[in-house]
């Protein structure tokens, strides 16, 4: 393998260690960082897949005790991060691990803000609500998607409402993220597109977000272009471990840049759809996503120019990306009617990554991304 560190990966707020076998580095690496007992955040699968107890075998080798919550899932609800506290203060841990694909390491940072400040996860919904100090934290993502290790938030659910929640504080940043492509080799073949698409849709919002800045872009073009030309061979492939690191390390350039930028509207019209028809995330996105591009660029106007000098031509690529993902391209494919895009739209313009589009977008415009993507 002979996948060579960006230097992009400067921009990244959080340390990385990248590389095939760097699983065995998580011990010495919470040592480091004073950990004593930690507490590791996972979910029954990577549990089966035997990720966990290598993790363990690391941790205890280096003298750390170890407590592991696996009862994670997907899109975590604040129930599940309860669940967690309430381990994690029994055991009396010092330090988080998060173990797995996006929703253990949100959940992990949940459990953190609680952990560490009290309350309830609805009371750290939006930027800066942290009054404390946090524990120290590692990631370690299975998945090449969401980027979550390289980022400060949250994503968590309520139950009640289904609204997912934001809940972000620079407090909440991983001191390290462990990026090892052998992890990512278990992924069963849905759960690699649709994470692989999520980080598509993360270097291609970040590119032309509002919030943009010197750094984003350059994280988000060196994902892009780790990305692009891996994906397809990564999913037809697993045994391929160049194109699988190049997957994980531009998921997790792609997570940095939303760190130093922000996204758009297709994450908010993303939602939604999660909320309402349990669409997995990853899947959510990409199909509104050339649909997104396009209405961007429908003013003639080409925000994506950093990834692309044709907005229409990159469209078509992430199109061709989902065919190959074996990804819905239409919302009637994932059970939406056209009655149901209205009320789609008004809780679409109600999330905070609209206000970041390239584009100024009302419930209005947002019906008419639905409607194209119908």
Known sequence: ????????????EVRAVFGAGALAQLGDDAARCGATHALLVTDPGIVKAGHVASA????EGA????????GVEENPTTEHVAAGVEC??????????????????DSAKGINFILTGGGQMHDYWGVG??????????????????????????LITDPQTRQKM??????ALCVCAILDPDLTRTMPRAVAAATGIDAVSHAVETSACKRRSDESRALSREAWARLTPNIATALRDPSNAEARANMLLGAHLAGAAIERSMLGAAHACANPLTARYGTVHGVAVGLLLPHVVRFNAADGENPYADLC???????????????HANQPTRLRDVGVAEDALSALAKTAAEQWTAQFNPRAVDAAALLK?????L
């Open 1 to 12: 393998m002979t996948t060579d560190l960006p230097d992009a990966l400067r921009y990244s």
């Open 56 to 59: 363990v075998k690391s941790l």
């Open 63 to 70: 003298g750390v005790r170890v407590t592991v919550f696996a």
């Open 88 to 105: 994690a203060r029994a055991a009396g841990v010092d330090f988080l691990i998060g173990l797995g694909g996006g929703s253990s390491m």
């Open 129 to 154: 609500k942290a009054p404390k100090a946090m524990l120290p934290m590692i990631a370690v993502p299975t998945t090449a998607g969401t980027g979550s290790e390289a980022q400060s938030f949250a």
């Open 166 to 171: 934001a809940c972000g504080d620079k407090k």
């Open 309 to 323: 000098d044709d907005a229409g031509e990159l469209a078509s690529t992430i199109e061709t990306m989902l065919a």
């Open 369 to 373: 991304i639905y409607r194209s993507a």
